[in-house]
């Protein structure tokens, strides 16, 4: 048993021991933990992380399906001719191939929605299609000439599908990824836009009701009531133009009216450039009551060396900051460039170009936001938790270019108001 003086030095020294042990904990700088993305771009994370490994499937199974087609029906490889499916690629100089397109019918509104879960879902389905296909491939083995060969014709005529349905997935993931970040960035703007979508779903339930009749006087008098006051509602809730002042009024006549922009391009592909500068000019160009509303283009071609100059400028598909990219561009006029993952157009700037197919009428709508017009359909969202945000979207007049790029026309009140912003006459 120690004496009581080597238990009080022990003790002293166990002290002075745990002392500088805690001293030493809490001069050590604590570890950061790194934080958590936000839900919608964790749940993005993760259908992105179940989307590559189907499009390698894809791949594979495409290259399963060649290898038996030229042992056994070479007549039938013929018809893989496609290269073997991969996300579709985007980034800088990368165009799309501009279509041409009528206006269709416009439709009545409806409320249409996307989101996490349902781009979750639809790959989900995707990919038990695949499935399916590949079991059927598996089966080849045990049948015979005839049967075999009527399984490779029933496999060739659904392959298509499986691509188109695989480009389906991949349009969802921008489109998500795009929005639900933007959203997340300004909350305000689309609760608001939420508001609107709610009033102009009610405004076509009273619509339809009316339009059934069987309603009473008074409630037939209630609705037409309520459908103007929804009405002044959307209308009012819609932002006027706010045109940039690089757009030149050339003439504001009784006669005439016409607009000049300015519009900076470094894209080298002068079949796209040429094709967007005709559907633009062309879309908002019109005649009404023995007036001439015409618009100008002022291109002005810039090469990537202009632009980066001292630097070297980014090779072609490579991914860059769009905004920084556009602010190279001199300030007195829109900009047309490249390097989106989706078509879109940031109001009184530019356009950023996209990887897949657009239409002159697209392009043309697009335009409209270098003039100062936000969209004039109405994209809301919800909050979903942790699945991120469910975007809801409708149409509220399909007449509108402006709101509807596949059914809208330019109307003579686009450059009546641009005209007005630009004056400063405008209410």
């Known amino acids: ?14 002290v002075a021991m745990l002392s500088t042990s805690a001293q030493l904990t809490s001069q050590t700088p604590e570890v950061e933990q790194e934080a958590a993305p936000p839900p919608h ?23 399963r399906l060649r290898r038996h087609f030229d042992a056994d029906a070479p007549d039938l490889a013929a018809s893989l001719t496609q290269e073997p499916p991969t996300a579709i690629a985007y980034g800088y100089l990368i165009v799309p191939r501009l ?11 409806w409320s249409a929605g996307y989101n996490w879960p349902w781009t979750s879902q639809m790959l989900d389905t995707k990919q038990a299609e695949l499935a399916s296909a590949e079991q059927s491939l598996d089966s080849v083995e045990t049948l015979d000439e005839t049967a075999r060969r009527a399984v490779y014709e029933q496999l060739v005529a659904g392959y298509a599908g499986l ?22 960035d300004d909350r305000g703007r689309f609760e608001r836009q939420t508001v609107l979508h709610d009033a102009v779903v009610e405004r076509q339930r009273l619509r339809v009701a009316l339009e059934a009749g069987g309603l009473t006087p008074a409630a037939t008098t209630e609705h037409v009531r309520r459908i103007a006051e ?15 002042s690089f757009v030149e009024i050339v003439e504001n006549s009784t006669s005439r009216r016409v607009l000049r922009v300015p519009l900076y391009t470094d894209i080298p592909d002068a079949e796209f450039v040429t094709g967007a500068v005709a559907a633009i000019q062309s879309a908002w160009s019109l005649d009404v009551d023995n007036v001439a509303y015409r618009l100008e283009l002022d291109l002005r071609t810039m090469t990537a060396e202009d632009l980066y100059a001292p630097d070297p400028p980014p090779v072609r598909g490579a991914k860059i900051d769009l905004n920084h990219h556009v602010q190279r561009f001199p300030s007195d006029g829109g900009v047309l460039t490249t390097g989106a993952n989706r078509t879109h157009a940031i109001p009184g700037r530019y356009i950023a ?24 359909y109405l994209r809301g969202a919800r909050d979903l938790g942790r699945a991120g945000f469910g975007i ?3 149409i509220p007049d399909g007449l509108d270019l402006m709101a509807a790029p596949g059914s809208g026309l330019v109307r003579a009140s686009h450059f009546h108001t641009v005209i007005e912003a630009l004056n400063g006459t405008a209410p």
């Open 99 to 109: 279509s041409l397109a009528e206006p269709v019918s416009p439709v009545a509104p």
């Open 41 to 63: 771009v964790a749940r993005g994370n993760d259908v992105e992380a179940t989307y590559k490994p189907y499009v390698e499937r894809l791949r594979r199974y495409q290259a």
């Open 392 to 394: 809801i979207e409708i």
């Open 353 to 376: 170009i996209g990887p897949d197919s657009i239409s002159n009428r697209v392009v043309a709508h697009e335009f409209g936001h270098i003039l100062g017009f936000t969209d004039r």
């Open 230 to 244: 929804l009405g002044i509602q959307v209308e009012e809730g819609q932002p006027p133009p706010s045109p940039p």
């Open 163 to 184: 691509e188109q349905g695989q480009r389906q997935v991949d349009q969802h993931l921008k489109h998500n990824r795009f929005w639900q970040q933007i959203i997340a």
């Open 1 to 14: 048993m120690p004496t009581p003086l080597v238990a009080r030095i022990v003790g002293a020294a166990l």
